[in-house]
C-alpha cells in the first residue's frame, strides 16, 4: 500500500505539473466544494486578470493567465480558502506586471483583496547592489503582510508551488536559482505554517533541480522490491485493524509516503545508508479522542517490539506549528521496522494544512493573525530585522530561524523552550528573555556547569546564573557564538544601545587595520559613501556598526577594493596623451542627434554621466574620454570640480543643450512620505497623468514609520521635472519630494 500511495501521489503531481487550468476547471473546482462563494466576483476578477495579461505568454508558450488560474485552483483544491484570496490569487501578478493600479483593484473588489495583492507584490527593480539585497527586501515585505494578514503567505506558497511545478520550462540558472529560493525560504515558511503536503511537495521539487542525480537514485531505491513492500504493509495494516476492531467508530489505517527529500537528507546528508532509515514504511492511525491513541498505542507496543529511543510525543508537548501526534518506530515479525504514528482526525487535520485546514474545515475566519501565540515567531522576525543595518543578514537569519528541526528544552520551573536544532545556551538565555541573556554570567545543564557554547538538546534542563549589576552586560564575542538571530539581534541591540563610543573606536581601528592590509586608499567622501550604502548618515555610524557587529567589515572591504581597482584602470586610461580635436571629429562622423553642442560643434557621440544625470535646462561640461565619446555632467557635479584641478583638466570642454533638442532622459526622484493605503497609486497616477514612463520603482518602510519610495522617470528636460516634483509634493502625506543625483 505504501508504494501504491506513493505511486499515486506521483500521479498526482505529474498531472498537475503537465495541466493546463481553465475558468472553467476553477468555477467546476469551486462547486465542487460545497461551500459559500461569490462566483460573480470570482468572474469578474478573472476578466480583469485576463484582459491585463491578454498577450502575454509564459516560457512554456501557455498564456500568463493560466498562471493565476491555477494559483486559484490549488488554493481551492487544497485549502477550501475564501472567495477574497481566490480573488487575490487571481490578481495576485496584475499590479506587479500591467499598468492595472492597486487603486482599482480596491474600488471593484474591496480593501481585503487590495491588501491581499499588495502582500503579494514584489517591491519591484530595487536598486540596491545585488541579488541578494532585492531578495531580503522582497521576503522582509511578505513577512510585514502575512503578520497582518496569513492569507498573503498562502497565496505566496500557492504560486511559489505551481512556479515550481512548471519550472522544467525555465534556463537551468533560472531553475537553481528558484530551487534555492525555494528549499531557503518558501518550504520552511511552509513548515512553520504546519502546511506539510505543500513543503514536502516544494522540497522534492526544488531536488529535482538542484540534485538530479541523488534524485533519480533515491527515487530507483524506492522502486526496488516495490511488490514486497505492498504486501508488508497490507499485511501490517492488516493485523492493526483486526487487532483494535473494537474500536467505534473504526479508525482510518493508511500507508503514508516518506518524502523523496527526507530520504535523501539522511543518505547524502547524514550519511546513513538506506537500510538504517527505519522510517520508509510507516504506517498512520486515525482515532476520535486523544485517550484512544494512548490506548492504541500501547497495543501497537504490545503487537510489535519498539525500538529504544525512537518515541516522540508531540501530542504532550506539540510542534512550535501545532502538529501533535505520537510517533514510535517498532520491529514487525519478518524483522522489518517501521513507523506508526497515531492522531486525532483534528490533529491529522492541522497536519496536512497547517493554518490552512481553519479554511478548510470551518467558516467565517478571517485572516487576521493579531493575538495569536502561534504567530509570535512572525512578529519576532520582523523585530528582529528592524535592528539589522546589512540588509543581506536577513536571508541568511530567516535560512537559521525558520529551520524545520528543532529541540525542546526545560527551564528548571518546567516551561518548554522551542529551540532550532544546534542552539546554546546564549540562544536559551535570550529566548527566556532579553534582559536574562544580557545578565547571564553562567550556566547549567542537568545541574553541572557548561560553556556557553554549549548545544542544547530535546530534555536537557537549563539553569542561567544572572548578575545583579546594573553595569553588567553580555560580552561582544557572543554575537559570534548564538545560532539564532534572535540572540544575535539582541547582542548587538545591547551594543549598538550602551556602547557607541566604544563600539566607533572598534569598529574604526578594525576599518582601518583591513584597508591598510588590502593596501586601499580611502578618503572621507569614499567613507561617507560607503556608509549611505549601509543606510547610515555619518562615518561614525558606519564604524559603530562595524564595532557591534551590525554590518559585515569584508563586505564593505571587497566593495573598496573594487571601486579603487576601476578607478585606477580610468586613471591609467586618461594618463594616455590624445588628440582632442581628433576626437571630437572622430565621434563627430559616427554621431547620431543628441541635443548636446560641445565648442560649437554639434552632433558629437555623447553618453550622460549616471553620477549626476544632467537633463536638459542643467548647466553642463563635457569630458572627453579615451574611446567613448564625450561624457556630459552637471557643471556642479562634484567630479567636475575635482576633473577641473586635476591633471586632465584640458580634457573638460564646455557643453550646452541644443534649443531643437527632443531627447528623452531618465532622472530619479527620491520621496520621503506618511505611510498609508493607495500612496503608490497616488505616486504612480500623478506620473502617468503627463504621460511620462516609469522605469523603475522601490518602496520601503523606514524606521521611523515612513514611507520611502524612490522612482526613475524619462522626461524631457528639467523644467518637465520640476513640474512632477511640484506635482508630488501636493500629494497629502508626501514630506518631500526631490531629484537625486543616482539612477
Same mark, same amino acid.
Request: contains cysteine; glycine residues 6%; proline residues 3%.
Given at each position: ?6 505511486? #499515486? ?35 469578474a476578477?478573472?476578466? #480583469? ?15 500568463y ?12 483544491? &487544497? ?19 500591467t499598468?492595472v493600479? $492597486?487603486d ?6 474591496? /480593501? ?6 499588495? !502582500? ?22 511578505i ?6 494578514d ?10 511559489? #508551488?505551481?512556479?515550481?511545478r ?13 530551487? $534555492? =529560493?525555494t ?19 516544494? /522540497?522534492?521539487?526544488?531536488?529535482? *533541480? ?7 537514485e533515491?527515487?530507483?531505491l ?41 530520504i535523501?537528507?539522511k543518505? *547524502?546528508?547524514k ?7 527505519y522510517?520508509? *514504511?510507516? +504506517? ?9 491513541? *494512548?490506548? +492504541?498505542? !500501547?497495543i ?12 516522540k ?12 501526534s ?5 520491529? !514487525? ?14 490533529m ?5 494544512y ?17 493575538? /495569536? ?6 512578529? &519576532?522576525? #520582523? /523585530? ?12 541568511? @537569519? ?7 528541526d ?7 520551573? !518546567? ?18 528573555h532579553?534582559?536574562v541573556?544580557?545578565?547571564m554570567?553562567?550556566?547549567?545543564v542537568?545541574?553541572r ?50 556602547r557607541?563610543? =566604544? ?29 549611505h ?5 555619518t ?11 551590525? +554590518? ?45 553642442v ?19 535646462g ?8 579615451r574611446?567613448?565619446? +564625450?561624457?556630459?555632467?552637471?557643471a556642479?557635479c ?19 543643450? @541644443? ?45 521611523n514609520?515612513? @514611507?520611502?519610495?524612490? %522612482? ?7 523644467d ?5 516634483? %511640484? ?14 543625483g543616482k539612477?
Amino acid at each position: 500500500m505504501y508504494k501504491k500511495v506513493m505511486q #499515486l501521489k506521483n500521479t498526482e503531481r505529474t498531472e498537475a505539473i503537465s495541466m493546463t487550468y481553465t475558468i472553467d476547471m476553477l468555477i467546476d473546482k469551486i462547486k465542487d466544494v460545497g461551500k459559500s462563494y461569490d462566483l460573480d466576483k470570482i468572474q469578474a476578477a478573472y476578466e #480583469l486578470a485576463e484582459k491585463a495579461h491578454d498577450g502575454v505568454f509564459r516560457s512554456s508558450g501557455e498564456p500568463y493567465i493560466t498562471h493565476p488560474v491555477a494559483v486559484a485552483y490549488i488554493l481551492v483544491e &487544497q485549502f477550501c480558502m475564501d472567495t477574497d484570496t481566490i480573488c487575490a490569487a487571481l490578481l495576485h501578478d496584475v499590479v506587479e506586471d500591467t499598468d492595472v493600479g $492597486l487603486d482599482v483593484i480596491q474600488k471593484k473588489f474591496g /480593501e481585503d483583496v487590495a491588501h491581499l495583492v499588495d !502582500g503579494v507584490t514584489k517591491i519591484g527593480q530595487v536598486p540596491l547592489n545585488t541579488r541578494e539585497e532585492q531578495q531580503a527586501e522582497n521576503i522582509r515585505k511578505i513577512l510585514i503582510a502575512m503578520s497582518k494578514d496569513i492569507r498573503v503567505i498562502i497565496i505566496k506558497l500557492a504560486d511559489r #508551488l505551481h512556479n515550481m511545478r512548471t519550472l522544467a520550462s525555465r534556463p537551468p540558472e533560472k531553475q537553481r536559482k528558484t530551487s $534555492l =529560493e525555494t528549499m531557503n525560504f518558501y518550504a520552511p515558511i511552509a513548515h512553520r505554517l504546519g502546511i506539510s503536503d505543500v513543503k514536502e511537495e516544494m /522540497e522534492d521539487l526544488a531536488l529535482r *533541480y538542484l540534485d538530479p542525480y541523488g534524485f533519480k537514485e533515491i527515487e530507483s531505491l524506492l522502486d526496488v522490491h516495490k511488490d514486497e513492500r505492498d504486501t508488508f504493509i497490507d499485511k501490517i495494516k492488516g493485523m492493526i485493524r483486526e487487532r483494535i476492531s473494537d474500536i467505534q467508530p473504526p479508525p482510518i489505517i493508511e500507508g503514508r509516503v516518506k518524502s523523496i527529500y527526507s530520504i535523501y537528507k539522511k543518505v *547524502y546528508i547524514k550519511g546513513k545508508d538506506f537500510s538504517e532509515i527505519y522510517d520508509i *514504511y510507516a +504506517v498512520r492511525i486515525i482515532l476520535q479522542t486523544v485517550v484512544e491513541c *494512548y490506548n +492504541v498505542l !500501547g497495543i501497537i507496543h504490545d503487537m510489535f517490539r519498539p525500538i529504544p529511543y525512537r518515541f516522540k510525543d508531540y501530542i504532550a508537548m506539540p510542534k512550535p506549528n501545532r502538529y501533535q501526534s505520537l510517533h514510535t518506530t517498532v520491529i !514487525g515479525r519478518e524483522g522489518i521496522p517501521f513507523e506508526v504514528q497515531i492522531r486525532t482526525q483534528e490533529m491529522h487535520n492541522t497536519a496536512q494544512y497547517g493554518v490552512a485546514a481553519h479554511w478548510k474545515y470551518k467558516a467565517g475566519i478571517s485572516g487576521n493573525v493579531a493575538g /495569536e501565540k502561534r504567530f509570535d515567531w512572525i512578529r &519576532q522576525l #520582523l /523585530e528582529q530585522q528592524q535592528e539589522a543595518d546589512d540588509v543581506e543578514q536577513i536571508s541568511e @537569519a530567516i535560512k537559521v530561524d525558520l529551520a524545520p528541526d528543532d529541540v525542546y528544552v526545560f527551564t528548571p520551573k !518546567g516551561d518548554v523552550i522551542t529551540l532550532p536544532a544546534g542552539s546554546n545556551v546564549i540562544d536559551f538565555a535570550y529566548a527566556i528573555h532579553t534582559q536574562v541573556g544580557n545578565k547571564m554570567t553562567g550556566a547549567k545543564v542537568g545541574g553541572r556547569m557548561v560553556p556557553f557554547d554549549h548545544t542544547l538538546h530535546t530534555g536537557d534542563i537549563v539553569e542561567i546564573l544572572t548578575s545583579g549589576s546594573d553595569n553588567y552586560g553580555p560580552n561582544r564575542n557572543w554575537s559570534e557564538i548564538a545560532k539564532t538571530n534572535e540572540a544575535k539581534a539582541k547582542i548587538r541591540a545591547w551594543f549598538k544601545r550602551e556602547r557607541r563610543e =566604544e563600539n566607533i573606536e572598534c569598529g574604526k581601528a578594525a576599518f582601518e587595520k583591513e584597508i591598510r592590509r588590502n593596501n586601499i586608499t580611502v578618503d572621507d567622501d569614499i567613507l561617507l559613501q560607503a556608509a549611505h550604502r549601509q543606510r547610515l548618515s555619518t562615518v561614525d555610524d558606519l564604524y559603530a556598526a562595524i564595532g557591534y557587529g551590525g +554590518v559585515q567589515l569584508t563586505k564593505i572591504i571587497t566593495r573598496l577594493k573594487e571601486e579603487q581597482i576601476k578607478q585606477q584602470r580610468f586613471n591609467a586610461a586618461q594618463a594616455q596623451p590624445i588628440d582632442i580635436e581628433k576626437t571630437i571629429a572622430d565621434n563627430n562622423k559616427r554621431a547620431q542627434k543628441n541635443g548636446v553642442v560641445l565648442d560649437g560643434i554639434d552632433d558629437c557621440a555623447v553618453k550622460y554621466a549616471q553620477c549626476c544625470n544632467p537633463l536638459p535646462g542643467d548647466d553642463i561640461m563635457g569630458f572627453i574620454t579615451r574611446g567613448y565619446g +564625450v561624457s556630459i555632467h552637471k557643471a556642479d557635479c562634484q567630479n567636475v570640480k575635482l576633473g577641473m584641478q586635476g591633471e586632465n583638466k584640458d580634457r573638460w570642454v564646455k557643453a550646452h543643450w @541644443a534649443v531643437n533638442s527632443s531627447s528623452a532622459f531618465r532622472a530619479t526622484v527620491d520621496i520621503i512620505a506618511d505611510d498609508r493605503t493607495a500612496l503608490i497609486a497616488d505616486v504612480t497616477t500623478a506620473i502617468a497623468s503627463n504621460h511620462l514612463p516609469i522605469h523603475e520603482i522601490n518602496a520601503h518602510y523606514l524606521k521611523n514609520g515612513n @514611507a520611502n519610495i524612490i %522612482l526613475t522617470i524619462e522626461v524631457s528636460g528639467i523644467d518637465q521635472l520640476k513640474s512632477i516634483i %511640484l506635482r508630488l509634493q501636493k500629494i497629502p502625506g508626501v514630506i518631500s519630494a526631490e531629484r537625486t543625483g543616482k539612477q
